[in-house]
């Protein structure tokens, strides 16, 4: 990759790489709008500038909840509206990327779509922010190649987002690489985030990991907070409590004052 000087993403009034933690949180798939909005007023009110929240969801297995689709994208625009509050949402095929994109501050390429080269060319002549996850396999020159395809489109605005690697350890979901997360952001001059949820696929792993990754120098954290997370249609077990959620924030701000 061509390293080029290190820049800043700006979505809202949040700017990843300008020295401020970013956190965007949310649940993994909206469910309803009720919940959509005790959520994001939640994670605002403890500090989350971006809120995530799926409407397409990239499942394992067909059988599962896939996510509201469409609905959920009028649902994320009303209440990041209503709370003046960005919102950062997955698209998973080129023909929904308009539709995404005009509901949307800011475009998630997930894990499984990191090398849909089709994807990664529409997403980048949208020419929003786009938040590129590492693959579940990809190397790091794979990674910093993808962002490439996004760069090569026409769009720089791009925040990489280390969401753990599949390895030998299976006693967690995935590996969280902090280390090729750093060296991702120092080869690409792009800010680089960390996803512990995804990552650990365990509430109790999702603040440690979180805060390893800001101590370590990345600069924001995705998280997954649902309001019930028993009764959560997807990845219930990684999300954490709206009070926890309120906690860990409170926790980085606390580290990003000491680093
Ligand atoms: C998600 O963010 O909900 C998600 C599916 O992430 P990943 O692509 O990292 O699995
Ligand atoms: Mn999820």
């Not at 909206?30 to 809120?51: C, F, H, P, W």
């Not at 949208?126 to 693959?135: D, E, I, Q, T």
């Not at 997370?229 to 309120?246: H, N, R, T, V, Y």
Request: net charge negative.
């Amino acid at each position: 990759m061509i390293k080029e000087d290190a820049v800043n993403v700006q979505v809202g009034d949040a700017v990843f790489g300008g020295g401020e933690v970013i956190l965007m949180a949310g649940p993994c798939a909206v469910e309803n709008e009720e919940m959509l909005y005790l959520t994001a007023r939640s994670v605002q009110d403890a500090g989350a500038k971006i809120l995530r929240g799926g409407a397409y969801k990239p499942r394992s297995s067909p059988h599962d909840f896939q996510g509201l689709g469409k609905p959920a994208l009028g649902m994320l625009q009303r209440v990041g509206k209503a709370l003046n509050m960005p919102v950062v949402s997955e698209v998973l095929d080129t023909r929904d990327v308009e539709d995404v994109a005009a509901c949307v501050d800011m475009l998630q390429v997930g894990s499984r779509n990191m090398q849909n080269t089709a994807l990664l060319k529409e997403v980048g002549r949208s020419g929003k922010p786009v938040l590129l996850k590492r693959g579940l396999a990809a190397t790091l020159t794979e990674w910093l190649l993808a962002a490439e395809y996004i760069i090569a489109a026409g769009n720089r605005k791009i925040v990489l987002c280390e969401r753990g690697i599949r390895t030998f350890e299976t006693s967690s979901r995935n590996t969280l690489d902090i280390a090729s997360a750093l060296l991702a952001k120092e080869r690409s001059g792009l800010p680089t985030v960390a996803d512990p949820s995804h990552a650990s696929g365990n509430r109790n792993l999702v603040a440690p990991l979180g805060m390893a990754a800001i101590a370590a120098g990345l600069d924001g954290l995705l998280i997954e907070v649902h309001p019930a997370p028993e009764i959560a249609l997807c990845d219930g077990k990684q999300s954490l409590e709206l009070e926890e959620f309120a906690l860990l924030a409170r926790k980085i701000m606390a580290l990003q004052a000491v680093s």
